[in-house]
């Protein structure tokens, strides 16, 4: 079956550290740009960061730039968000998501999400 | 960065009902890249249309998209009762955003 699988999402303090992983499954990951995509709490959909399939280009939202960093290891098909200085503002259900050959482009796939919430 | 604004933010409609929802741009959407999203509570958000009106594998014939530049349109020409969801509209012709929803609930 082809999925998206995150994890690693939990309870952090303020200004604290998380990083995300996200498993793919039923595909080659290596062949799509991925990306992270995030919700808060009643609010609508927000695009975090995006990746090129070799790792070689990344770009980010201007709310996460210099703060969160996102990665890939392809020999695991896997995709990660590394969170740092971490606010209220960043709490929100993180979802990976498939992008398709583009840097910016629509995401055909998503996973389920995991929740990050930044509290004291 | 490129402001989506949809309209309206809540529908109550029927079953069987048409519905037509928009997302207009503050700028030109380069080559019409734009793409609608169905979301279900607890799910993973569904990509609808892309390039504002292909359809992508496996949605209903009941669902279109059009427009072009900064006004563009998803329209569903007969409510089903599963169609009832939170709807974003996405441009990716400059960075990647999204609209705010538009929340389509059962009368």
């Known amino acids: 079956e082809v999925q998206l699988v995150e994890s690693g999402g939990g309870l952090v303090q303020p200004g604290g550290s998380l990083r995300l992983s996200c498993a793919a499954s039923?595909?080659?990951?290596?062949?799509?740009?991925m990306g992270w995509v995030r919700q808060a709490p009643g609010k609508g959909l927000e695009w975090v960061a995006n990746i090129k399939q070799d790792g070689s280009e990344k770009y980010y939202g201007d709310s996460v730039r210099g703060r969160f960093t996102i990665s890939r290891d392809n020999a695991k098909n896997s995709l990660f968000l590394q969170m740092n200085s971490l606010g209220a503002e960043d709490t929100a259900l993180y979802y990976c998501?498939?992008?398709?050959?583009?840097?910016?482009?629509?995401?055909?796939?998503w996973g389920h999400g995991t929740m990050v919430t930044v509290s004291s | 960065e490129i402001v989506l604004t949809q309209s309206p933010g809540t529908l109550s409609l029927s079953p069987g009902e048409r519905v037509t929802l928009s997302c207009r741009a503050s700028q030109s959407v380069s080559s019409n890249y734009l793409a609608w999203y169905q979301h279900k509570p607890g799910q993973a958000p569904r990509r609808l249309m892309f390039?504002?009106?292909i359809k992508a594998t496996g949605v209903p014939d009941r669902f279109s998209g059009s427009g072009s530049g900064t006004d563009f349109t998803l329209t569903i020409s007969r409510l089903e009762p599963e169609d009832f969801a939170v709807y974003y509209c996405?441009?990716?012709?400059?960075?990647?955003?999204f609209g705010q929803g538009t929340r389509l609930e059962i009368k």
């Open positions: 998501a498939r992008s398709q050959y583009l840097r910016f482009d629509a995401f055909d796939l």
């Open positions: 996405q441009q990716y012709g400059s960075s990647i955003t």
């Open positions: 039923g595909f080659t990951s290596d062949k799509f740009w």
């Open positions: 390039g504002a009106s």
